[in-house]
């Protein structure tokens, strides 16, 4: 019961919107995974850490929404796995339409 208030309370704290158009400012019209994202995120003083968690769950939302979408796979070099790369469908219409 305490780690399901705990993670209400968490999810509570992070202003959505805000972290949505961070990660579609950081994607641009790149394609990056979700710890690339998260490392970015850090770098520009977003974040106060590069866990993954930072991103990954809003990248799942905004592919939920249809701002972003899962581009392809790259190999993680620290969990030695493939994972899923994604890419900001605005920037992909932008191009479409202005290419």
């Not at 959505?16 to 970015?40: C, D, F, H, P, W």
């Not at 590069?50 to 809003?58: E, F, G, L, Q, V």
């Not at 790259?74 to 339409?97: H, I, M, P, S």
């Amino acid at each position: 019961m305490i780690t399901l208030e705990t993670r209400h309370d968490s999810h509570e704290k992070v202003n959505k919107e805000k972290r949505y158009s961070q990660i579609k400012e950081i994607l641009g019209n790149k394609e990056m995974t979700a710890r690339e994202v998260a490392v970015e995120l850090f770098r520009r003083g977003y974040t106060t850490s590069t866990d993954r968690n930072n991103s990954a769950p809003r990248l799942t939302e905004l592919v939920d929404l249809c701002e972003v979408e899962v581009a392809g796979k790259k190999y993680d070099e620290q969990t030695g796995r493939n994972v899923a790369t994604y890419k900001n469908v605005a920037e992909q219409l932008n191009l479409f339409v202005w290419g």
